[in-house]
T-cell receptor, first 111, second 115 residues
Framework: SQQGEEDPQALSIQEGENATMNCSYK?????LQWYRQNSGRGLVHLIL?????REKHSGRLRVTLDTSKKSSSLLITASRAADTASYFC???????????FGKGTKLSVIP | NAGVTQTPKFQVLKTGQSMTLQCAQD?????MSWYRQDPGMGLRLIHY???????DQGEVPNGYNVSRSTTEDFPLRLLSAAPSQTSVYFC??????????????FGDGTRLSIL
């Protein structure tokens, strides 16, 4: 069964605006990862946050993690048309051999 | 480095046919896995391997076989194709297990249609 659930399912914004996507999960995790998928391509790793971290930055990306609420958010600042893609969160528990993906948020950035 | 290479990129099969999806990585990664991606379903794990000679089932293993004779290769076999196996298949690899805070590297996928 799916561990992560992204919200919203789809998001449309103007270029230059910020985009926020949320992910909720059900069981305890070791880490949470965010991936991007451009149309017709494979997934590309964006950022990983460990369970003992609360916030992490990478360029225009900011990820937060609230383990008490079992949720994470991905913020993309100053969005560009090239950010148009689907974004997935994925979780892994301690000792887990599996990475479990959510269903994704489809982001459209309008030039 | 080529990363993770999947072949073929597209394939059409008839019901009942068998085929093998190829996956190779050149990063000396121990962990490899296969996912299928269906509309509205996200990615679901089919099989995974933690090293040469070791494989195990994921969430949706029925109808698929895998083997891992080398570190580099992890082929996925469809034994008798069914229309329900129409999907996009992704192979992924990482240096070590997913719980060790290492990212997964994905191939570009194989788009499979079963008629």
């Amino acid at each position: 069964s799916q561990q992560g659930e992204e919200d919203p399912q789809a998001l449309s914004i103007q270029e230059g605006e910020n985009a926020t996507m949320n992910c909720s999960y059900k069981t305890s995790i070791n880490n949470l990862q965010w991936y991007r998928q451009n149309s017709g391509r494979g997934l590309v790793h964006l950022i990983l946050i460990r369970s003992n971290e609360r916030e992490k930055h990478s360029g225009r990306l900011r990820v937060t993690l609230d383990t008490s609420k079992k949720s994470s958010s991905l913020l993309i600042t100053a969005s560009r048309a090239a950010d148009t893609a689907s974004y997935f969160c994925a979780t892994s528990g301690a000792g887990s051999y599996q990475l479990t993906f959510g269903k994704g948020t489809k982001l459209s950035v309008i030039p | 480095n080529a990363g993770v290479t999947q072949t073929p990129k597209f394939q059409v099969l008839k019901t009942g046919q068998s085929m093998t999806l190829q996956c190779a990585q050149d990063m000396n990664h121990e962990y490899m896995s296969w996912y299928r991606q269906d509309p509205g379903m996200g990615l679901r794990l089919i099989h995974y391997s933690v090293g040469a000679g070791i494989t195990d089932q994921g969430e949706v293993p029925n109808g698929y076989n895998v083997s891992r004779s080398t570190t580099e290769d992890f082929p996925l076999r469809l034994l008798s194709a069914a229309p329900s196996q129409t999907s996009v298949y992704f192979c992924a690899s990482s240096l070590v297990l997913p719980d060790s805070n290492q990212p997964q590297h994905f191939g570009d996928g194989t788009r499979l249609s079963i008629l």
